[in-house]
């Protein structure tokens, strides 16, 4: 390694030092905005790092500059443009399109660095690695697998299940097609082997992705993002740059890992979320059954007096409140009961909304204070000695359904005892079910009262009200 070649790998180091201590400043709340901003830099000094060492090297001709610059400036500005426009709903959609732009990049470096192999010794390839292979299969499972999953998240693919005759049996044999000829590659090293390789992985995240359901796309698009990393990692491996093993390595970790927290808190197994059908059930029928049932509602006016009266609540967030783009709105409750002396927290569930860590960064975004936002374990206790548990646009999060009712698809599922708590309220539009398609019993339970509307304007009406009330 020469001198300068040292010194950039030096600085790569350092950025590794930059990722891993911003993925540790993401563990809390308070400092996770200063975690992203050291990951960034992290990023550009390892973007800088790279042009200086392709500059010291002389090896990119000029036309290979012109593709390096417009290349990225091009997919900067999509990317900026992307990061700033999308709503908060849409995030999974975007994730899953970067996934796809990341998987599909690194197995392009692996194909290149196979071609280029080719045409420098005389139409001889050199000895296939373990890593090229690799990085080919695990990229275009994950670039055409993403693809599937943005495009069902936007609607443009049907979201439930596309399920056909025979559809496992294609599956492995596609598995069995890649697989087989990778491993031909180590003894015969053949670019339309490489290609064989390439088109049979691309069918097989097709294929993956096209019998998953709705309801279990953050979860498979968690574990594309871990697949994202792992082919990036390969890929640092196939050109030797520790900066990107060292960044897929800890994408690929931290996907694996949210994808089993997510698997585990909506207690399922990974197999059965791939191989599975949830979020598909017959919504139909549980919520006409819940058409003829009795329930009681109030008016925003009546709950706003409830909660002044109250000395502890706990307001549980969910999809609703994402969906009613309401975040403010609970936040000024929050703020105007805590004003009056109440105890007010949230009860934060890890799979509330649509996308991990969702509930947290909308109430982040409001600027809820951090002290007030408390996990499963933390908050579920404190419901028997609350007097009420406010649920806003939450729905199988608290479905009691989970603890005790075997043919429940969301039995097992940890929830949020709301309960346990006095008095239930609850905000939402209608007796609809939530994502998991399944009528709610705390619907029916005699301590709940509905506040029937938009979140918002719910909301909204009963902050009102208690300032009138003074
Ligand atoms: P949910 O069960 O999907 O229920 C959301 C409720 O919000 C609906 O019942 C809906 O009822 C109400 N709503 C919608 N728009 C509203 C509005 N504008 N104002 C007021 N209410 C509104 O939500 P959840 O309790 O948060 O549970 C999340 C579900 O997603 C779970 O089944 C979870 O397993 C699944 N999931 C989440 C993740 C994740 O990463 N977060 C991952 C995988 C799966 P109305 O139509 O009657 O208003």
Redesign the pocket.
């Known amino acids: 390694m020469s001198g300068f070649n040292g010194y950039i790998q030096l600085v790569y180091v350092l950025v590794a030092a930059m990722f891993v201590m911003g993925l540790h400043l993401m563990n809390s709340p308070a400092t996770a905005r200063r975690g992203n901003q050291v990951a960034q830099a992290g990023m550009v000094i390892a973007v800088v790092a790279t042009l200086i060492l392709l500059i010291h090297s002389g090896t990119v001709t000029a036309t290979g500059w012109v593709v390096i610059i417009v290349g990225s400036l091009l997919g900067s500005a999509v990317g900026l443009w992307a990061a700033r426009t999308v709503q908060m709903t849409a995030m999974?959609q975007l994730v899953s399109a970067f996934n796809a732009v990341g998987g599909g990049a690194a197995a392009l470096v692996a194909v290149y660095g196979y071609y280029e192999a080719e045409s420098r010794v005389t139409g001889v390839l050199g000895t296939t690695s373990v890593f090229t292979v690799l990085d080919v299969l695990i990229g275009s499972v994950t670039f055409s697998g993403s693809i599937i999953a943005a495009g069902k998240l936007q609607g443009v693919i049907p979201g439930q299940p596309i399920i056909f005759k025979g559809a496992r049996l294609v599956n492995l044999g596609l598995a069995v097609v890649a697989i087989g000829t990778a491993a031909y590659m180590f003894s015969t090293p053949s670019l339309p082997a490489l290609l064989i390789v390439v088109l049979a992985s691309l069918a097989f995240g097709v294929m993956m992705v096209l019998p998953i359901g709705g309801?279990?796309?953050?979860?498979v698009i968690?574990l594309l993002n871990a697949f994202t990393g792992t082919a990036v990692a390969m890929a640092g491996f196939v050109i030797q740059n520790w900066a990107l093993i060292v960044a897929g390595a800890l994408v690929g970790a931290s996907g694996s890992i949210l994808t089993k927290l997510?698997a585990d808190?909506?207690n399922r197994s990974l197999a059965n979320i791939i191989l599975g059908g949830?979020?598909t059930g017959d919504s139909a029928i549980a919520v006409e059954a819940a058409a003829d049932a009795q329930v009681r509602s109030i008016a925003a006016d009546d709950a706003a007096i409830q909660l002044a009266y109250a000395s502890k609540v706990i307001i549980v967030?969910?999809?609703?409140?994402?969906?009613?783009q309401?975040q403010h709105e609970v936040v000024a409750l929050a703020q105007a009961l805590t004003d009056n002396g109440v105890d007010v927290s949230y009860g934060i569930?890890?799979?509330?909304?649509?996308?991990?860590?969702?509930?947290n960064v909308l109430l982040a975004e409001a600027n809820a204070p951090y002290t007030q936002l408390k996990d499963l374990e933390e908050v579920n206790p404190e419901f028997p000695r609350t007097d009420v548990a406010l649920v806003?646009?939450?729905?199988?999060?608290?479905?009691p359904a989970a603890r005790h009712d075997k043919a429940s698809p969301?039995y097992g599922?940890p929830i949020l005892d709301a309960d346990k708590a006095r008095h239930v309220l609850l905000?939402?539009?209608?007796?609809?079910?939530?994502?998991?398609g399944i009528d709610?019993e705390l619907y029916y339970d005699p301590k709940t009262t509905f506040v029937?509307?938009?979140?918002?304007q719910?909301l909204t009406r009963i902050v009102e009200e208690l300032k009138a009330q003074g």
């Open positions: 999974p309801a279990d796309m953050p979860v968690s997510m808190a909506m949830f979020g967030p969910g999809y609703g409140l994402a969906a009613a309401a569930h890890p799979v509330a909304g649509r996308m991990p860590g969702h509930m806003v646009g939450a729905n199988d999060v608290v479905n969301i599922m905000i939402k539009r209608s007796l609809n079910a939530g994502f998991a709610n029937f509307g938009d979140a918002k719910v």
